[in-house]
């Protein structure tokens, strides 16, 4: 399977910035798309800003401006560049992707979900 694993999560002061990371591992043949998500207490999980294998990008209203997604295929890793960090930002931070791995049967498709990152903008 494939696995994903972020990191670059903690707490920030309001009008601060984080970095999020998330590597995936595994016998990945390749990855169409990578996304963050996230999920604030007693809220739904919602789209943040996604990335496709061709660069384009996808950013929820609430971030645009402000957040910033980019990928390294050859790491086959997404981050996620936050700026200007408001406290409504706060809730934890899923990477998703989906793609193509090797299996003992050939090439099967994959979805997988990190364990996501908490981040906390307060004063």
């Known amino acids: 399977q494939v696995q994903l694993v972020e990191s670059g999560g903690g707490l920030v002061q309001p009008g601060g910035s984080l970095r999020l990371s998330c590597g995936a591992s595994g016998r990945i043949f390749s990855i169409n798309y990578m996304g963050w998500y996230r999920q604030a207490p007693g809220k739904p999980r919602e789209l943040v800003a996604d990335i496709t294998s061709s660069d384009i990008t996808n950013y929820a209203d609430s971030v645009k401006g402000r957040f910033t997604i980019s990928r390294d295929n050859a790491k086959n890793t997404v981050y996620l560049q936050m700026d200007s960090l408001k406290p409504e930002d706060t809730a934890i931070y899923y990477c998703?992707?989906?793609?193509?791995?090797?299996?003992?049967?050939?090439?099967?498709?994959?979805?997988?979900w990190g364990q996501g990152t908490q981040v906390t903008v307060s004063s």
């Open positions: 998703n992707a989906i793609g193509s791995h090797y299996t003992t049967y050939g090439l099967a498709d994959f979805g997988s």
